[in-house]
């Protein structure tokens, strides 16, 4: 794993832990805490999914750029 997808691992993990921390310290109800909990999970899951989608997706083009500039100083060298 390269120093980037650890870096986007620890925020994550540590956007969850703290989501986690501050909703228990929350003065709610038991099932209200839990549907905090749940839906602050499953928004940061998505978030995380989107930025790593966007940064595959940046990456692909990067390569398909790379590739085509590779294609045409080999088509000028023949």
Not at 12 to 19: S, W
Not at 28 to 39: L, V, Y
Not at 53 to 61: L, S, V
Not at 70 to 75: C, M, N, P, S, V
């Amino acid at each position: 794993m390269n120093n980037t997808n650890k870096i986007l691992t620890a925020v994550g993990a540590g956007m969850v832990v703290g989501t986690i921390v501050g909703v228990l310290f929350a003065p709610e109800k038991g099932s209200e805490t839990r549907k905090k909990i749940s839906g602050q999970g499953k928004k940061i899951v998505e978030d995380v999914q989107n930025k790593f989608r966007r940064g595959r997706n940046k990456f692909n083009d990067l390569a398909d750029d790379l590739l085509q500039a590779a294609r045409e100083k080999g088509e000028r060298m023949v």
